[in-house]
């Protein structure tokens, strides 16, 4: 069960749930590697940040009978947390929040915990400034690698 953003609702082929031709070929990929060995279930949505997923998560996306004993979770989650300026120790404490969540619900499956993948933020770094600025409070970040 791959659970996530839009990296994750890639292996659909879609963005926001449609059709996304840029990613047209990678649901043939995901066929090649898993099916029929694994069943890959992708429950993703791009824009999604780690509140979100909880939230799905907590109001019946993975309905009783869908989960199975043995089931493993792929989870990657929290860059649009980063993306929209939230720091690096609430991002994580978000994703601890739904590692934990599934741990405790689905207390036989495995989570596997992928980490985030590199951010080209430099054109949205403006747009969260203030409160993400450079000492001077005015000047937007280069990156927002210091804080990751």
């Not at 780690?50 to 792929?74: A, C, N, P």
């Not at 609430?90 to 689905?106: H, K, N, S």
């Amino acid at each position: 069960i791959l659970i996530g953003d839009s990296i994750t609702e890639e292996w659909l082929g879609t963005s926001m749930g449609k059709y996304h031709e840029p990613w047209k070929d990678i649901p043939q990929i995901m066929q090649d590697l898993f099916v029929p060995r694994y069943d890959p279930l992708v429950l993703a949505i791009g824009g999604d940040q780690t509140q979100h997923l909880l939230w799905r998560l907590q109001h019946g996306e993975l309905l009783d009978g869908i989960v199975q004993d043995d089931s493993l979770f792929i989870m990657l989650i929290g860059t649009n947390n980063i993306g929209s300026g939230s720091l690096p120790e609430p991002t994580a404490r978000g994703v601890i929040a739904v590692a934990e969540y599934i741990l405790q619900r689905f207390d036989t499956g495995r989570l596997l915990l992928l980490q985030l993948l590199p951010r080209g933020d430099n054109q949205r770094l403006k747009n969260v400034c203030p409160p993400r600025c450079q000492d001077d409070g005015t000047t937007p970040l280069e990156s927002f690698m210091p804080y990751v």
